[in-house]
């Protein structure tokens, strides 16, 4: 009888650990949150061991408390990489959200500082030297997202030294730029350069990877003979298309909950006579919620009819509330909201409901259901996972998909969705009209399309091809 084939073991890296860590009588007690990579790998945990590496999200300085908090970690299997908040704030706030985030999302008025880049450089170099210290031979190491873009590097640097062999994977969670709009980067080549230590780098549209591809041939000569492989100095790297997607079982199990159903019944109740439209977003730029609102009050202008009739619930979940920019975007999203219901409301009824806060989870998924139209207008997004948590919910009533098309998302939902140009006001008013207008059969062939690509490209799904696809560069 053959041994048993030991498990492989895969390090995940990302800014922040999938763990809340919070002072617990003296000690520090951490949990585990849901969601996200803890659900993407969830179906390896058979063949593969997982340790986790990351910011812990807070400030331990004490030598005594770091150990304590080391240990509630490893409970989970991962492990904290330290930062002081000055350093912390520096590279996440200064120089991933307020530098980089606005180049990969096509946004001009980026201002570089040399201090949030060497607190960036700084960040990275820490990380890699706690992973590289604890990595083994043959391990699988996956990083994730643009806070690290410098890590396969001086990861692959700090290994080499050592005399570990292991493979590094990379997956940006963002859109990435045409090479001519990455150009303004100040420091353009050496992120770049960062990236090409990876042995694969995971993107979630074609469009992405290519531009990435173009970037590497134009600014540094990358040689691309052969498709999806970008051969430069002495490595040949791989970059691929990697659908991410959700856990669509998780909002099965949600929707049959009695308390859910019961929520269902009540909402259901309150607006039978009402089209509902939901929207689900962070506040941020990138979502395109000043287009949205400007959209939907055309769509009021031009359809009188549909007075008392329609009713748009716009939940605008806070972000990055102590940035300014993000504070003078809330206070023109609240005053346009105003305006809205300032024209349009009757005495019967209010046409939006905008709410800046989060939504329980349970909560959230039953306004999902009782929904008629999702309506997502991103200037740019990587992905946009809300259209494929509404269509998870929409079995019964086959709620349309109005979505733009600089979503990463619509690249792949064309089929089943309504498209529009999200700055162009008069479409997205019509796209809003066909959607509440669209007759049961249409609505019936356009969700199926949909139901069949979110359960097919699901969250754990997209964990296993890139670790497939990653374990064979070992």
């Known amino acids: ?70 240990k509630s970690l490893a409970e989970h299997n991962a492990v904290g990489i330290f930062l002081d908040n000055a350093l912390a704030n520096a590279h996440y ?39 590289a210290k604890e990595a083994r031979k043959g391990d699988i190491i996956w990083v994730h997202d643009y806070h690290l873009m410098l890590l396969p590097k001086l990861l692959r640097e700090r290994l080499v030294n050592k005399g570990k062999s292991c493979a590094i994977g990379f997956s940006l969670h963002t859109p990435f730029p045409a090479s001519d709009f990455w150009r303004a980067l100040p420091v353009r080549n050496a992120m770049i350069e960062g990236l090409l230590s990876s042995d694969l780098i995971g993107f979630h549209t074609d469009e992405y990877k290519q531009n990435f591809i173009g970037t590497c041939v134009n600014l540094l000569g990358a ?29 099965d199990d949600t929707l049959n909950k009695p308390e859910v159903q019961t929520r269902i019944k009540e909402l259901e109740e309150r607006y039978k006579d009402v089209h509902v439209i939901i929207g689900v977003d962070r506040l941020d730029y990138i979502k395109g919620l000043t287009h949205k609102l400007k959209g939907y009050d055309r769509f009021l202008d031009d359809h009188p009819e549909m007075k008392n009739k329609v009713l748009l619930i716009q939940v605008a979940v806070p972000s990055r509330e102590d940035v300014k920019e993000y504070q003078d975007l809330e206070t023109e999203l609240s005053t346009i909201a105003g305006k809205i219901n300032g024209k349009h409301a009757t005495p019967d009824a209010s046409p939006l409901l905008y709410m800046h806060r989060s939504i329980p989870f349970e909560e ?43 979503a990463g998302a619509s690249v792949f939902m064309k089929g089943g969705s309504v498209n529009f140009h999200p700055a162009n006001t008069s479409e997205l008013a019509q796209s809003i009209h066909k959607a509440v207008t669209m007759n049961g059969k249409e609505r019936k062939e356009r969700y199926e399309k949909l139901s069949e690509f979110i359960n097919t490209n699901t969250s754990a799904e997209w964990g296993k091809k890139f670790i497939d696809s990653l374990s064979r560069r070992l």
């Open 93 to 131: 706030n200064n120089f991933s959200n307020s530098i980089l985030w606005p180049i990969l999302h096509y946004q001009s008025g980026m201002t570089f500082d040399d201090g949030p880049w060497q607190a960036y450089q700084k960040v990275n170099e820490l990380f890699a030297d706690a992973v």
């Open 364 to 406: 959230l998924t039953a306004m999902y259901s009782i929904a008629d139209v999702c309506l997502l207008t991103s200037s740019r997004d990587g992905m946009n996972l809300v259209s494929f948590e509404y269509v998870a919910c929409q079995a019964k009533r086959h709620g349309v998909l109005v979505l733009s098309e600089f």
């Open 223 to 251: 040689q691309t003979g052969v498709p999806n492989k970008i051969q430069y100095k002495n490595r040949l790297v791989e970059a691929g298309t990697f659908v991410v997607g959700i856990d669509p079982q998780k909002f």
């Open 1 to 70: 009888m053959a041994p048993e084939q030991e498990p492989r073991r895969l390090i995940i890296v990302s800014n922040r650990l999938p763990l809340s860590v919070k002072r617990d009588d003296g000690g520090f007690k951490s949990s585990l949150s849901s969601g996200g990579l803890v659900t993407s790998l969830s179906g390896l945990t058979k063949s593969t061991q997982f340790s986790w590496f990351g910011w812990p999200g807070i400030e331990v300085n004490d030598p005594n408390d770091r150990e304590k908090v080391s």
